[in-house]
């Protein structure tokens, strides 16, 4: 069986490189603080909230996931943090929960779709708060019954705010209150709306969870688990490994992308190198050429220009940006923060732009020209 999982996140004892995140965190949570995690998509982050959560639970802690990603009003909040809660319980604090849910309010029941006896509240009303307040509000009711605490992940937290424009105030309103009851991890990867929700102090979040943020893979890390996992499956990695760290840069889930496709193409008992990395290489930007495109058709002319001058990095940002057609000034800045806050970019003071591609498939895609295929 290939070793190397790229299509979902990775189970806890499979993380590479997320020590010293995972310890920060639990030491948060513990103190009973709020954290926040801002990175692109794939970028790890689930699979660091599910090894804290692993964590904790060891430690006699409820652990719930909720995910926000798509979520249209209150009422989809509220039903999103019940389905958790439902979902996620184990032992005594389940049956509690099997019986504390009666007490909600009034409420639309789904049952088919949702799972076998997995029937879901929701609030009549789609813009009322008290239902979702009521909700809101498990951690604290379970902490006085039952005394034990609960660490609640609110992922794709910034989707909230399609819900409404003050579900962060709704939200605000009442874990404030939790104390010892609950740690929580807003987790998000609109890096531009999670700022806002943190950063802004007219938001009712503000300054409310320490910022972590997720750096690239450490290369020493990742060149020791590519190359043990190919050594316990029969196989050496040998002179492919260094191809494979200079084009993956420490991206989770490219860098396990690249190292499956790799190992598929190498024989048991053999060594990848000059035949097998090409290909690995070549079948990895087939696979995911719809998605660059995707992404490309997706941005403004000035974003395109910016995106190709980080890609290319040969000069400056603005410099290489006006090489590209485009202007100065106003106009340059503007794609560069609309690249940042959409996370297709980072800063890189290494590099002569002064900024990264996040996605180094996307960056190779961009840099050989293949945005006119």
Do not use: C
């Not at 190397?4 to 995140?21: G, K, Q, T, V």
């Not at 926040?36 to 959560?53: D, E, F």
């Not at 309010?105 to 789904?110: C, G, K, Q």
């Not at 874990?175 to 740690?183: F, N, P």
């Amino acid at each position: 069986m290939n070793p190397f999982r790229y299509s979902e996140p990775l189970p806890p004892s499979e993380l590479i490189d997320r020590d010293e995140e995972t310890e920060t965190l639990v030491e948060i949570a513990v103190s009973g603080n709020n954290s926040r995690i801002v990175a692109p998509r794939r970028y790890g982050k689930t699979s660091l909230l599910n090894r804290l959560a692993e964590e904790l639970a060891k430690e006699g802690w409820n652990t719930v996931h909720v995910d926000f990603f798509g979520v249209l009003t209150l009422a989809d909040v509220a039903a999103r943090v019940e389905r958790a809660y439902a979902s996620q319980l184990e032992g005594g604090v389940a049956a509690w929960f099997a019986g504390f849910r009666r007490r909600l309010r009034p409420s639309l029941r789904i049952g088919a779709g949702e799972g076998a006896g997995a029937d879901l509240a929701i609030a009549l009303d789609p813009a009322a708060e008290p239902p979702l307040l009521e909700r809101l509000a498990i951690p604290r009711r379970m902490f006085e019954r039952t005394g034990t605490r609960t660490l609640v992940v609110f992922d794709e937290f910034q989707d909230v705010l399609t819900a409404s424009d003050r579900a962060d105030a709704v939200i605000r309103s009442e874990i404030q209150h939790h104390g010892d009851a609950a740690s929580y991890v807003f987790a998000g990867s609109q890096l531009g709306m999670m700022r806002s929700l943190f950063a802004d102090r007219r938001r009712a979040l503000y300054g409310q969870a320490r910022a972590l943020d997720l750096s690239p893979l450490d290369p020493v890390d990742v060149a020791s688990h590519i190359d043990a996992r190919f050594r316990a499956t029969n196989r050496e990695i040998g002179d492919a490994l260094d191809p494979l760290l200079d084009l993956a840069r420490g991206h989770p889930q490219r860098t396990m992308l690249l190292a499956h496709l790799l190992w598929e193409r190498t024989a048991p008992g053999g060594r990848a190198g000059d035949e097998e990395w090409p290909a690995a290489a070549d079948r990895a930007m087939a696979e995911v050429q719809d998605e660059l495109r995707a992404i490309w058709n997706g941005l403004s002319t000035g974003q395109r220009r910016v995106l190709t001058a980080v890609a290319e990095n040969r000069d400056g940002i603005y410099a290489a940006g006006r090489r590209h057609g485009g202007s100065r000034g106003g106009s340059a800045k503007a794609a560069v923060d609309a690249l940042l806050d959409s996370g297709e970019i980072q800063p890189d003071p290494a590099a002569r732009t002064g900024y990264r591609v996040v996605d180094p498939l996307l960056g190779e895609w961009v840099a050989a020209g293949r945005t006119a295929e």
